[in-house]
């Protein structure tokens, strides 16, 4: 009879690579035509002015200008006030 287990294989070592989610431009900083502000799964940040969603819901700019954040009270399909977060771009004129 053997003395030792067989060794088997191991069950650990399959991670996913970090999707390096999260702001990239914070309040204040400066936003060229197309650059990408948040990058996030699922809408967290809704775009405000100057700011669409991506495919992958990441969140661009689509004018110059200033990056602002801000907080408001939208009214869902539930009929319910929610508090939502918001992402605009101020542009310079």
Do not use: C
């Amino acid at each position: 009879m053997a003395h030792k287990k067989a060794g088997g294989s191991t069950a650990l070592g399959r991670d996913s690579q970090s999707k390096r989610l999260g702001i990239k431009l914070f309040g204040g900083q400066l936003a060229q035509t197309g650059n990408i502000i948040v990058r996030q799964r699922g809408t967290k940040w809704h775009p405000g002015k100057n700011v669409r969603r991506a495919g992958d819901d990441s969140l661009y700019a689509v004018a110059t200008g200033t990056v602002k954040f801000s907080k408001k009270k939208v009214k869902g399909f539930d009929g319910n006030l929610h508090l939502r977060k918001f992402v605009h771009i101020i542009s310079e004129k």
